[in-house]
């Protein structure tokens, strides 16, 4: 049995007031809940949402991370001070690093491996393109995401890993993908896992959907037998859209 996991990516979103503000209305209005939560607020608000959400049911996690521990990178956030401000899980590969900021799958895969290294826990994304699927190759490019992505990767390790389709088209768009389209991608996401690890490792991998979740589609969403959670973006910023969200099955 999977556990629901729905997390909130902020992105370039909040200062550190808003950010607090936001994590505390999260806090009380989640506290009840039994599924995973994470909110990902941007680097500077993260020491602050930490001071809030410690020993709560909400966890703290960073949208990005560096390829090194430390040296000079500037403009860059290393794993250790991740963990030093209490972030526990890390978004890597998300569609905007790749697509905006020219991250490949080399690269990505040198920063999962040393998140894991590390000891934190990582949400890789993936996802294909609009002109990908219309010419019949997003499973291929799916595929190839999460080969390169977890190269190198020990068995042992994928209990820290989560993966989130987000096809690039739904992403900030309105445009979700239908949940059976989804449904679809993420049994293929996790035969490629079973071919790569295990029928075990598959079958127990969280698989989120990323792509304009709103609390009027999520309930659709995770009635689907391979869809295991959300990587909300959007609607993760208000608590009222959020809340209903991360209580989809109420
Ligand atoms: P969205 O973003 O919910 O605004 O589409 C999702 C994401 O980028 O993770």
């Known amino acids: 049995m999977r556990t629901s996991f729905i997390a909130g990516n902020w992105k370039m979103h909040k200062t550190v007031g808003e950010a607090t503000a936001l994590a505390k209305e999260l806090v009380t209005a989640l506290a009840k809940e039994t599924c995973r939560i994470m909110i990902a607020p941007p680097f500077t608000a993260l020491l602050e949402v930490s001071k809030i959400v410690k020993g709560t049911n909400i966890v703290l996690g960073a949208q990005n991370m560096a390829q090194e521990v430390q040296g000079a990178h500037t403009g860059e956030v290393s794993p250790v001070m991740l963990k030093d401000v209490g972030v526990t899980i890390v978004i890597l590969g998300h569609s905007e690093r790749r697509h905006v900021y020219g991250e490949k799958d080399e690269l990505i895969n040198k920063k999962v491996k040393l998140a894991l290294s590390e000891g934190l826990e990582v ?4 996802g294909e393109k609009i002109e990908e699927r219309n010419a019949g190759n997003a499973e291929k490019v799916v595929e190839e995401q999460i080969k390169n992505g977890l190269k190198d990767i020990s068995p042992q390790h994928m209990k820290n890993i989560t ?88």
């Not at 949400?123 to 993936?126: Q, S, T």
């Not at 096809?167 to 996790?190: K, L």
């Not at 079958?203 to 959670?229: C, F, H, R, W």
């Open 163 to 250: 993966i989130a389709y987000e096809p690039v088209w739904a992403i900030g768009t309105g445009v979700t993908a239908t949940p059976e389209d989804a449904d679809d991608m993420h049994a293929f996401i996790r035969k490629t896992i079973t071919a790569l690890y295990s029928p075990e490792i598959a079958e127990t991998l969280i698989i989120q959907y990323g792509g304009s979740v709103k609390p009027n589609n999520a309930k659709e969403l995770m009635a689907k037998a391979n869809i295991d959670g959300a990587l909300v973006g959007g609607a993760a910023l208000t608590a009222d859209q959020f809340v209903p969200i991360v209580q989809y099955d109420k």
């Open 123 to 126: 949400i890789l994304c993936v």
